[in-house]
């Protein structure tokens, strides 16, 4: 009996060290996530029956200073043969067991980031959405140095105004079709 209650012991003291690694993974995976990126997603978007294929995008992490592994941002997508310069979304996001998860605020959808390479320069991997998978390339652009702020005097807030579209045929303040995004091998 007693040696049955010490390799069950063991088992559990090894569980808990797994659970234990995976959080601090993820809090790492999130802190080099943090940042301004930018590069190619492959992401489209249709529009009154057209496709319409992003030139580039450009992602920004925010990390939630009172949480380990989420936060908040924006991810934008840019077009030049569209009848729209952009399409913006307000993102929220977290790392769980190393998956990046991304719920668009707008659009009311959410995709997973899998399968990545990721390092303080470079983010690159495949994005998942409702079984279709598609390859992306960012570069980082931009870091929050934490340092440069003078706490305590400057009120700031991430306040982001971003229009989900703009551009000819297509105007934000009224109630018209909006572009979906989706993803597709736009190689």
Same mark, same amino acid.
Request: hydrophobic share 30%.
């Given at each position: 009996?007693?040696?049955? &209650?010490? %390799?069950?012991?063991?088992?559990?003291?090894?569980?808990?060290? %797994?659970?234990?690694?995976?959080?601090?993974?993820?809090?790492?995976?999130? &802190?080099?996530?943090?940042?301004?990126?930018?590069?190619?997603?492959?992401?489209?978007?249709?529009?009154?029956?057209?496709?319409?294929?992003?030139?580039?995008?450009?992602?920004?992490?925010?990390?939630?200073? @009172?949480?380990?592994?989420s936060g908040s941002g924006y991810w934008v997508d840019y077009y030049s043969k569209a009848p729209w310069d952009y399409v913006a979304n307000h993102i929220d996001w977290r790392v769980d067991f190393g998956t990046i998860y991304i719920y668009f605020?707008?659009?009311?959808?959410?995709?997973?980031? @899998?399968? &990545? @390479?990721?390092?303080?320069? @470079?983010?690159?991997g495949y994005i998942y959405d409702n079984g279709t998978n598609v390859d992306f390339e960012l570069y980082n652009v931009s870091r929050?140095?934490? $340092?440069?702020?003078?706490?305590?005097? $400057?009120?700031?807030? &991430?306040d982001y105004y971003w229009s989900r579209t703009r551009g000819a045929g297509v105007d934000s303040t009224t109630t018209v079709e909006k572009p979906k995004r989706i993803i597709r091998n736009a190689k």
């Open positions: 009996m007693k040696k049955m &209650y010490t %390799m069950l012991m063991m088992a559990m003291m090894g569980l808990m060290t %797994m659970s234990l690694t995976s959080c601090e993974e993820d809090e790492a995976i999130a &802190y080099t996530l943090e940042g301004t990126w930018k590069g190619n997603m492959y992401i489209s978007s249709e529009w009154d029956g057209r496709y319409y294929d992003a030139t580039y995008s450009e992602i920004t992490f925010l990390k939630d200073p @009172r949480t380990y592994s605020v707008e659009e009311g959808t959410s995709m997973e980031i @899998r399968d &990545y @390479r990721l390092n303080a320069d @470079r983010f690159s929050p140095y934490y $340092d440069n702020y003078r706490w305590g005097y $400057d009120s700031w807030d &991430y």
